[in-house]
């Protein structure tokens, strides 16, 4: 294909990941020297792609200040000069990380994508991950690799069977008001949770051997959208189920009450024991990164009319 004969405006679909500790959130902070998100790191590298427009992120996922993402996502939109063809993807993402000036953010791939679509309004699952150690009777008894990482308790073990049975209570379609924060967008707090799971995790690389008094455990959620700080409060409510504070079938109750300042409920768990693992998109044939899609099992069904280009093989909210 020769060059364009006039600007042409292309839009892209990038997945990209992060360790939150330095950033207040994803979102761009504006106007402030002192506080700075994700975003705007992601612009400042954009602005070398020289785009006739300037080029802005449209955020799929919001997370808090402190709180990760193995797998976020976005579109953008780059304008080349009249005469020169749009980037690839490979050559976009490539470009993308050559500039960006901040090492604990990456991006994974990159996608070109239909002038319509919308990363946020477009996706059709969202996973979050939420990690708990057990055993860490002092902060200074947590390695240096995983604090951050995950939320130490002090309590030897949790009651996991417990948890498992109060998570029941949380699937399906409900009203999450009891586990919204103050300062949501959203306009209501119906949401269906497809997916709420306890595990133990089989162990941190990063723990030495003699140090096996710690436990780690992963509790995962999935639904199409998650209210403002939802994951960690119902992390919060779950880890109180499981230390023997509450009952599972109080958690029902909870839930029904629709009251965000209960004793429970209002409690948050900590934003660095969280990380967003997955946002994939049902319409997109390709357009998930491989290892995502895999693990979401997530390929039948794409319409198989719409093609992407891609910057690798095609093998495979808001907190």
């Not at 364009?4 to 990941?17: D, E, H, I, K, S």
């Amino acid at each position: 294909m020769g060059p364009a004969a006039g600007p042409v405006t292309a839009r892209y679909l990038v997945y990209f990941q992060y360790l939150g500790t330095d950033f207040n959130g994803v979102a761009a902070v504006r106007g402030c020297q002192r506080a700075v998100g994700v975003q705007n790191y992601l612009e400042e590298a954009a602005k070398r792609l020289n785009s006739v427009v300037p080029v802005k992120f449209t955020i799929s996922s919001r997370t808090d200040a402190g709180v990760h993402a193995l797998c976020n996502a976005a579109h953008l939109d780059v304008q080349r000069r009249s005469g020169q063809a749009p980037f690839s993807p490979e050559v976009l993402a490539e470009a993308l990380n050559a500039h960006l000036k901040h090492p604990a953010i990456r991006i994974v791939q990159a996608f070109r994508v239909p002038g319509d679509f919308h990363a946020r309004h477009a996706a059709t699952s969202r996973t979050y991950l939420y990690r708990l150690v057990t055993g860490c009777h002092r902060p200074d008894q947590l390695s240096v690799f995983e604090r951050n990482r995950c939320w130490a308790l002090r309590a030897g073990c949790l009651d996991v069977d417990a948890m498992q049975e109060a998570a029941q209570h949380l699937l399906g379609t409900h009203d999450f008001s009891a586990f919204q924060s103050a300062g949501s967008p959203a306009t209501g707090a119906v949401r269906t949770l497809r997916r709420a799971s306890v595990s133990p995790d089989p162990g941190s690389p990063f723990v030495l051997a003699q140090e096996n008094r710690l436990q780690f455990w992963n509790l995962e959620f999935e639904s199409r959208s998650f209210l403002y700080r939802q994951v960690r409060r119902m992390t919060s409510v779950l880890v109180a189920v499981g230390l023997g504070a509450l009952m599972p079938a109080q958690v029902k109750v909870i839930l029904e009450s629709r009251d965000p300042l209960g004793r429970h409920q209002a409690r948050v768990a900590p934003a660095h024991g969280l990380f967003l693992k997955s946002v994939l998109y049902g319409s997109l044939a390709g357009g998930n990164p491989a290892s995502v899609q895999q693990e979401g099992k997530e390929t039948s069904g794409w319409p198989k009319n719409l093609q992407l280009e891609t910057s690798s093989p095609k093998t495979g909210g808001l907190e």
